[in-house]
């Protein structure tokens, strides 16, 4: 059974808002700690010497993690924008490869799955196989 019905899609449209609230927030607070800060306000170091290398290697590593994490959840919000816009289109949820209802339990879990279990199991199969 899919969100077929009216109050089944308000049920799932107020959950995807909610988690795009969310998502949103965490990349901007990603963001901004990440981009709007140099390496030498983050270490708090106020003079003009330079940082040792290896306290610019961690600094790097710690704000290319920060990037990847805020890159992750822009793609989740972009597949939450994808949703969203298949409730006002009538296509929530229905998979985009086999075109069958996606099981509610899985929009329960993931409201903005694209993918039916098993088309997505297939798509991790392929991923793997490359």
Do not use: W
Not at 13 to 42: F, M, P, Y
Not at 54 to 64: C, G, I, L
Not at 77 to 91: F, P, Y
């Amino acid at each position: 059974m899919n969100a077929e019905t009216p109050k089944d899609l308000e049920r799932f449209k107020k959950i995807l808002e909610e988690v795009r609230k969310k998502i949103a927030g965490d990349i901007q607070h990603l963001e901004g700690d990440t981009l709007n800060t140099s390496a030498r306000d983050a270490s708090g170091d106020l003079s003009g010497y330079s940082f040792h290398m290896a306290d610019m290697a961690t600094d790097n590593f710690d704000r290319e993690f920060t990037l990847g994490l805020a890159s992750n959840e822009q793609q989740i919000l972009n597949m939450v924008d994808n949703a969203l816009q298949k409730i006002k289109e009538g296509t929530y949820g229905i998979c985009e490869t086999c075109k069958k209802s996606i099981s509610q339990k899985r929009l329960l879990a993931m409201p903005h799955a694209p993918l039916c279990i098993k088309c997505q199991e297939g798509e991790e199969k392929k991923k793997r196989r490359t």
